[in-house]
């Protein structure tokens, strides 16, 4: 599903980078250039980068269904 419409950037490229070690949004827009332009992307990049982040912290899968990354 493409998240960043002006950069024509997919969730599985956000998540590529992310595994990669594209922990902030600064890393992100870096390597893939999301919320340089509109911004409207923002929100789904964070929480595609926070869903990662939950993930490694209880060993979860990314993109998993967790009972810990819904808690936080
Ligand atoms: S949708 Fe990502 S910058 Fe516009």
Request: proline content about 0%; hydrophobic content about 40%; charged content about 15%.
């Amino acid at each position: 599903m493409i998240i960043c419409i002006c950069r024509a950037v997919s969730d599985r490229q956000i998540r590529a980078v992310v595994s990669q070690g594209a922990h902030s949004m600064a890393q992100v827009r870096a390597e893939l250039g999301t919320g340089g332009c509109c911004g409207k992307c923002t929100r789904q990049v964070r929480e595609l980068i926070e869903e990662h982040s939950a993930a490694q912290q209880c060993g979860q899968a990314v993109g998993a269904a967790c009972a810990c990354a819904l808690a936080a």
